[in-house]
């Protein structure tokens, strides 16, 4: 790629200071590590480095989030074609849910790094990589019948007001792309709630079959609707009513096992996430007065954004606990409060975002116990050795 | 029964280019070089002019703030140049040998001296140089008393050398090092080894031995201490390597100051990694002379995680026992963070080098990356056998908090000790330097 090389040399001096096009240096700058992994040496410490940076991560990330999306897609079709009651291909449903929600994801990505963009040339940074993987969660745990106007909006506020006013990537408190779905949670709530949004068309009045019904496992959990939950197995494949890569487990976990082999995501998070909504569905089977506590814990996992927000949104290090230690608690606290909305809370079918986002709120003050107490080790090792001398 | 120390985390990096257990024979050394940057801590304030001769083991310059305190001469010759740099800061006192090793005649016999007059004699002849205090990392203050001694053993840096051969037969000055240091300060003397090798060390009197077992940094005289016996507040640690532990040895049983070291030349570009003879302060370029590949390379006086740059013009560091040359990688790569990356290192599986696991990597000095705000956690705990959170001790380190950092150890660690995470690093962090810069600081606020 020499010729591409001793084009971008030939440019670069335009973009350096006093060039005329100095004010677009950190858009220049972006592309051109995207195409060339800088020559940058080592000066002082380490004279060499890990292979990894950030655009390897957060590439794995986006590889781990495949699976789901590709599933997502065919199971827009495949819900449409259902609402319909019409015969399609395996590839017809594909075709149509790739229709669908290709345009959701690429007007999160334009929207989401024009504003990158524009504050990394303000702040005269380079463009982070972190909305990369932003970029691509909005659109997964969007519905599909979101107007696209929304989407925009969601993620311009989620960046700006997530992100960038905490002084951008690795600075923020909350998980951007759980604020995009959060903003349009309490701004458009009938777009993102009840029965029509999960099924292309049903907003905008499709003749459907008779019998059928777009609303998710969670929907007909929180009516005491029990018999309509479908069986374990269903909800693992994922050919379910919900936001386009949340239906199924079977490709989280494809995307799980890809985080935790490679090492990105912490295995710590994703684990006790998972081990505290088992708990908290037990302890709510243990005090069950409704049908929706009697839900076996296994049945809570399978539905809803439980396992896609313990995978992919939890284990975002930037907002989770930083600490070891911390990690334990954070993820387990989640696992519960989710469950826990959930099933008490009938205005929020699915706590699973509202307990992230909680948490991402406490991560700093569990952080902040776990550091105390390797204060406190050391401060009583000081304190013995100057009783003893 | 010894104790044996387990450590899990850690990382070994395996590079290519490890040393054969031979003794090149190379020519004898052209120059001998003394860079008072090696010397942590040490405001150098010349003794001799240019032009004037140097006997081996006359002083070359003394401590600013110690005026006491010299650095002696390795060789005799003539002290050819006085190298500055920016400020007039001496980079460097480079001295022309004339080959005979003429001892200075103001050498002394120490085997008789202790307490005070060893002090003295000691800090008069150079060998006080080799004595390191924690915290800070410096040559230690002749007025304070540590609490022990600690010594490493072995080596895990990555291509470190094996100091069991270059230390076999030093037995008896390595004793003879022992009882200076006991005549010297009465405190215990730690040594740390490594669990399931024999060591020279088991033969010793006087010592205490600790086994450590486990991937790089176990070998580091500072993951010992923090097991063995933490550095508290107000609390100082001497460390000493074993090899100048040997020189101080010689000079208890010959009176003569002779820092002749066995090193190794080690790295991917080294045609034949192997250990040679050589001393202190020798230049590099005869040290390698035909025995390098490539021409854009990088030489290391140390190894690759914390040594200093040195350039093939460059000279043996003070304490260094080994000379890593790797490839420079001011190159750029195409698309590089998103290839499949074989042949890439990593401690993550990001890179499908996972599907090696016993391949040796060629790893040259590119950044692979560019410096970012901390994004990952828990990626420096992997690989810091510590219980020390480091990441918040480096933010510490980054907004000068000295009681935050105080709580959070910085006493205990000095930069070799967070090399690795430096390396590890997604965001690139300037782990090492950050780490320094702190400890200078803590250093200047509570003198």
Redesign the interface.
């Known amino acids: 790629?020499n010729w591409?090389?001793k084009k971008i040399d030939a440019i670069k001096p335009h973009f350096e200071k006093g060039g005329k096009f100095y004010f677009l240096h950190s858009t220049f700058d972006a592309f051109e590590?995207?195409?060339?992994?800088?020559?940058?040496?080592?000066?002082?410490?380490?004279?060499?480095?890990?292979?990894?940076?950030?655009?390897?991560?957060m590439?794995?990330v986006i590889i781990a989030l495949i699976p789901a999306l590709l599933f997502g897609m065919y199971n827009v079709g495949y819900q449409y074609y259902k609402a319909i009651g019409q015969e399609a291909s395996f590839f017809d449903m594909f075709w149509f849910g790739f229709l669908k929600v290709l345009p959701i994801i690429i007007v999160s990505y334009v929207s989401g790094l024009t504003v990158e963009f524009i504050f990394a040339q303000i702040r005269h940074h380079?463009v982070?990589?972190?909305f990369l993987v932003s970029g691509m969660l909005i659109p997964l745990i969007m519905p599909v019948n979101i107007p696209l106007w929304m989407v925009s909006v969601a993620t311009i506020f989620a960046v700006i007001f997530g992100k960038e006013v905490f002084?951008?990537?690795?600075?923020n408190i909350f998980n951007p792309a759980l604020l995009a779905r959060a903003f349009v949670f309490f701004a458009y709530p009938k777009q993102i709630s009840g029965d029509l949004p999960w099924t292309y068309g049903l907003t905008q009045g499709i003749q459907t079959v008779d019998g059928f019904s777009g609303a998710t496992p969670l929907a007909n959990a929180a009516a005491h609707a029990i018999e309509r939950i479908p069986d374990n197995w269903t909800l693992f494949v994922g050919l379910i009513p919900g936001s386009i890569g949340e239906t199924s487990k079977m490709a989280i976990l494809i995307g799980a096992a890809i985080l935790l082999?490679?090492?990105?995501a912490?295995w710590k998070v994703m684990i006790s996430t998972v081990l505290g909504g088992l708990f908290m569905g037990f302890v709510l089977n243990v005090f069950a007065v409704n049908p929706f506590m009697e839900i076996s814990p296994i049945t809570h996992l399978l539905m809803g954004g439980f396992l896609f927000g313990a995978v992919f949104m939890a284990t975002d290090?930037?907002t989770?606990s930083?600490?070891?230690t911390g990690?334990y608690i954070y993820g387990f606290l989640i696992g519960v409060i989710a469950i826990l909305i959930r099933v008490l809370n009938p205005a929020y079918p699915e706590g699973m975002m509202l307990a992230i986002l909680f948490m991402n709120a406490f991560a700093p003050l569990i952080d902040h116990y776990v550091?105390e107490a390797?204060?406190k080790?050391?401060?009583k090792?000081?304190n013995q050795?100057?009783v003893k001398s | 029964m010894p104790t044996i120390i387990k450590l899990k985390k850690g990382l070994d990096?395996r590079?290519k280019g490890k040393p054969q257990e031979i003794i090149l024979t190379t020519e004898p050394y052209k120059q001998v070089g003394i860079c008072p940057d090696n010397l942590p801590g040490f405001i150098p304030k010349p003794l001799i002019k240019e032009g004037e001769e140097v006997l081996v083991g006359s002083s070359l310059f003394y401590h600013k703030d110690i005026p006491e305190m010299v650095v002696a001469s390795p060789v005799s010759g003539t002290l050819k140049q006085i190298k500055r740099g920016e400020k007039r800061k001496i980079l460097s006192f480079i001295i022309e040998p004339d080959g005979k090793q003429t001892p200075t005649n103001s050498n002394m016999d120490i085997s008789k001296l202790s307490d005070d007059d060893l002090r003295k004699a000691m800090l008069s002849t150079g060998l006080w140089s080799f004595i390191i205090q924690r915290p800070y990392n410096i040559i230690a203050i002749p007025t304070l008393q540590p609490k022990a001694i600690f010594i490493s053993g072995f080596d895990t840096a990555?291509l470190a050398p094996n100091l069991e051969f270059i230390l076999h037969d030093e037995k008896e000055t390595l004793q003879a090092g022992i009882n200076v240091l006991k005549r010297l300060v009465d405190v215990p003397i730690y040594v740390g080894l490594k669990s399931n090798t024999t060591s020279v060390f088991e033969q010793i009197n006087g010592i205490h031995i600790t086994y450590f077992d486990g991937p790089h940094p176990a070998g580091n005289v500072g993951i010992h201490i923090h097991h063995v016996s933490?550095i508290?507040?107000g609390?100082i640690v001497w460390t000493i390597r074993p090899e100048d532990l040997v020189i101080i040895g010689r000079y208890e049983l010959t009176g003569m100051y002779d820092v002749r070291r066995t090193i190794a030349v080690v790295g991917s570009q080294v045609k034949q990694p192997a250990y040679v003879k050589t001393i202190q302060g020798a230049d590099i370029a005869t040290i390698v002379k035909n025995n390098i590949y490539g021409e854009n390379n990088?030489y290391?006086s140390g190894n690759?995680?914390?040594?200093k740059?040195a350039t093939i013009e460059g000279f043996l560091g003070f304490y260094d026992r080994m000379i890593?040359v790797?490839p420079?990688?001011?190159?750029?790569?195409?698309?590089?963070?998103?290839m499949p990356?074989f042949n890439?290192?990593?401690?993550?599986?990001?890179?499908f080098?996972w599907l090696f696991p016993k391949k040796e990597y060629v790893?040259?000095?590119?950044?692979?990356?560019?410096e970012?705000?901390?994004?990952?956690?828990?990626q420096y705990?992997k690989v810091l056998p510590m219980?020390?959170?480091p990441?918040?001790l480096i933010k510490a380190a980054l907004s000068k908090d000295i009681e935050l950092l105080e709580?959070?150890?910085i006493y205990e660690v000095v930069?070799e000790d967070l090399?690795l995470c430096?390396?590890?690093?997604?965001?690139?962090i300037?782990?090492?330097?950050i780490l320094r810069e702190a400890l200078d600081f803590v250093r200047k606020e509570m003198s």
């Open positions: 790629m591409l090389r590590t995207f195409l060339f992994v800088p020559n940058k040496v080592t000066k002082q410490g380490s004279h060499i480095r890990d292979a990894i940076d950030l655009k390897r991560t590439s794995v380079e982070n990589e972190g002084g951008g990537t690795g600075m082999f490679t090492g990105i912490n290090p930037v989770a930083q600490t070891e990690k550091v390797n204060i080790r050391r401060m090792r000081w050795t100057t | 990096i590079l990555p933490p508290n507040k609390e990088r290391i690759v995680l914390t040594g740059n890593s790797i420079e990688g001011d190159r750029y790569e195409f698309l590089g963070w998103a990356g890439k290192f990593s401690l993550s599986r990001t890179f080098s790893i040259d000095t590119n950044y692979h990356g560019g970012r705000a901390y994004v990952m956690t828990g705990e219980d020390i959170l990441q918040h709580k959070l150890g930069e090399a430096e390396f590890v690093c997604t965001s690139k300037e782990v090492q330097h």
